[in-house]
């Protein structure tokens, strides 16, 4: 006690910090134990994100709520044969916290909202990461490898399965399952 | 020999003629009584112990440039023993010459070259054993473990330089921390919360200043009132670019930095809050007067008001801190 009477603008100095700490933690971890999402969602991975765009192969969407399957047919080209490029369709149980595949049949029956906003308010986003100029001139970027279920000042990191090695763009959210 | 009533009144009589301080007689008694008082760098840095500090921050470099070039042709072993090898090597020379009164500034040197190159050491290590040794939470832990060895050794040897690395590397760890905490979603994530971080960590910054500017660690202060009244004043002046509370305040706080300037007899806070107060002018003259004065009346004005600042600096240095 004496110690601290004597220095009390060192205690200040320390405290002020590791206050911000527990704050910022408190801020990001409390509201995690009471706000929880409800709403599962459907997405398509592909092994290659280049031929996704470049393919013969199919495209998803959601129209009236359900499932649509269209074919894309690239110009034909001789020069250019494009592999072809496996698809699939899987749901994410956000309360479990994994993906399930799913065939496109059983996808079919499932009652989707396409917007980028769930019902209650989540959205999915990248994460981020330290730049990687140890350890001078460090600041924040886009993590492409991993992604957040965000919304309600929560955020909760996504253990997708993914079709193929790249994570960057082979993940397409198709929508939330009503 | 005196008798002890008559020491104790002889020391009332000092102080009742404020011939003796509360501070230089704690001192005297802790001398006298074997308390172990921090090795400080009491005295000004000559050119030698300037050229000391200079030839370790060579060394760091040099290590830095040898690990950069040849990164792909050096093994595990022979990135370890230049980096980590050579932080924990320069860390006992430096305890070693610290024995000696006549070394010791080449001490603080070799401990200089350990602050800089272990961590590199460490981001080897922690590279090696496959982790994202870039990514926040690496740099927590590797800023942490380096607190730990500064404050540890500044508790057993009581040495100055170990309380600048505490500083530093608690400042590391601060950011790395938050941003690993936050780094798991996107909330906060963008400047403002740096500048907030900045703003605390300046605030902390200025406090120790004033904490040590009375003891043993006096030397730092400079360094610490400059670093933290430029990070305050600065954050809070880009806060209120966005923020009309800042911007409200903001005279306020440079006007407050000024008047504790004389109370504290800080140069740093006077020379930086006469240029804060300046860029203040400058900024609130060309956003809410150059469209209605005219831009070459607005300059006019902000000029003049530049030269009275500059006036007023050159008055409350003079006045009230000059030697």
């Known amino acids: 006690m004496e110690f601290i009477k004597k220095n009390i603008t060192l205690v200040f100095g320390i405290s002020i910090p590791i206050l911000m700490i527990l704050f910022v933690a408190g801020s990001i971890y409390l509201p995690g134990l009471f706000i929880r999402p409800h709403f599962n969602f459907l997405y398509v991975s592909n092994n290659d994100s280049y031929y996704y765009n470049h393919n013969n192969g199919y495209?998803?969407?959601?129209?009236?709520?359900?499932?649509?399957?269209?074919?894309?047919?690239?110009?034909?080209?001789?020069?250019?044969?494009?592999?072809?490029?496996?698809?699939?369709?899987?749901?994410?149980d956000v309360v479990e916290n994994k993906a399930k595949e799913i065939s496109f049949a059983d996808a079919q029956n499932l009652n989707l909202d396409s917007n980028v906003i769930s019902p209650d308010d989540f959205e999915i986003v990248y994460g981020s990461r330290g730049d990687s100029s140890f350890p001078f001139f460090w600041?924040?970027?886009?993590?492409?490898?991993?992604?957040?279920?965000?919304?309600?000042?929560?955020?909760?990191?996504?253990?997708?399965?993914?079709?193929?090695?790249?994570h960057y763009n082979n993940f397409r959210f198709i929508g939330w399952i009503k | 020999m005196a008798t002890k009533e008559e020491a104790l009144q002889y020391i009332k009589t000092l102080a009742e003629?404020?011939?003796?301080?509360?501070?230089?007689?704690?001192?005297?008694?802790?001398?006298?009584?074997?308390?172990?008082?921090?090795?400080?760098?009491?005295?000004?840095?000559?050119?030698?112990?300037?050229?000391?500090?200079?030839g370790g921050a060579i060394v760091f470099l040099g290590i830095s440039i040898l690990l950069w070039q040849n990164w792909s042709m050096f093994g595990f072993g022979t990135k370890v023993l230049a980096t980590l090898g050579s932080g924990i090597a320069a860390y006992f020379v430096g305890?070693?010459?610290?024995?000696?009164?006549?070394?010791?500034a080449a001490g603080s040197a070799f401990h200089l070259i350990f602050g800089l190159v272990t961590p590199i050491g460490l981001w080897v290590v922690f590279d090696n054993a496959?982790?994202?040794?870039?990514?926040?939470?690496?740099?927590?832990?590797?800023?942490?473990?380096?607190?730990?060895?500064?404050?540890l050794s500044l508790f057993v040897f009581r040495k100055n330089i170990f309380t600048l690395f505490s500083i530093l590397f608690s400042t590391w760890l601060f950011f790395s921390l938050?941003?690993?905490?936050?780094?798991?979603?996107?909330?906060f994530y963008d400047w403002k919360f740096y500048q907030y971080r900045i703003l605390v960590a300046a605030i902390a910054y200025i406090l120790l200043g004033h904490a040590f500017s009375k003891n043993e660690r006096a030397p730092l202060q400079g360094f610490l009132y400059g670093f933290g009244i430029f990070g305050f004043l600065g954050t809070a002046f880009m806060l209120g670019y966005k923020n009309i509370f800042w911007e409200l305040i903001y005279p306020g706080l440079v006007f407050g930095t000024l008047f504790l300037s004389v109370h504290i007899k800080s140069k740093a806070f006077l020379t930086w809050g006469t240029l804060f107060l300046m860029a203040y002018i400058l900024k609130i003259t060309s956003r809410y007067f150059s469209s209605g004065l005219g831009w070459p009346l607005a300059l006019v004005i902000a000029g003049l008001s530049m030269i009275g600042i500059g006036y007023m600096f050159l008055s409350l240095k003079k006045k009230y801190l000059s030697v």
């Open chain 2, 95 to 104: 305890l070693l010459f610290s024995r000696d009164e006549n070394t010791e």
């Open chain 2, 130 to 151: 496959g982790f994202d040794a870039s990514s926040y939470g690496s740099q927590s832990l590797i800023s942490g473990i380096m607190l730990g060895a500064c404050l």
């Open chain 2, 17 to 54: 003629q404020k011939v003796i301080s509360k501070e230089e007689l704690d001192a005297a008694f802790n001398s006298g009584n074997r308390i172990k008082t921090d090795i400080v760098l009491t005295k000004k840095l000559g050119i030698a112990e300037i050229l000391y500090y200079i």
């Open chain 1, 139 to 166: 600041g924040g970027r886009t993590d492409y490898n991993t992604r957040y279920l965000k919304g309600h000042n929560v955020s909760k990191k996504l253990n997708l399965q993914l079709n193929g090695s790249s």
């Open chain 1, 59 to 92: 495209e998803y969407a959601v129209q009236s709520n359900r499932l649509v399957r269209s074919e894309m047919r690239q110009p034909e080209n001789q020069n250019y044969n494009p592999p072809q490029v496996e698809l699939k369709l899987y749901v994410y």
């Open chain 2, 178 to 187: 938050t941003s690993w905490m936050i780094g798991r979603g996107s909330y």
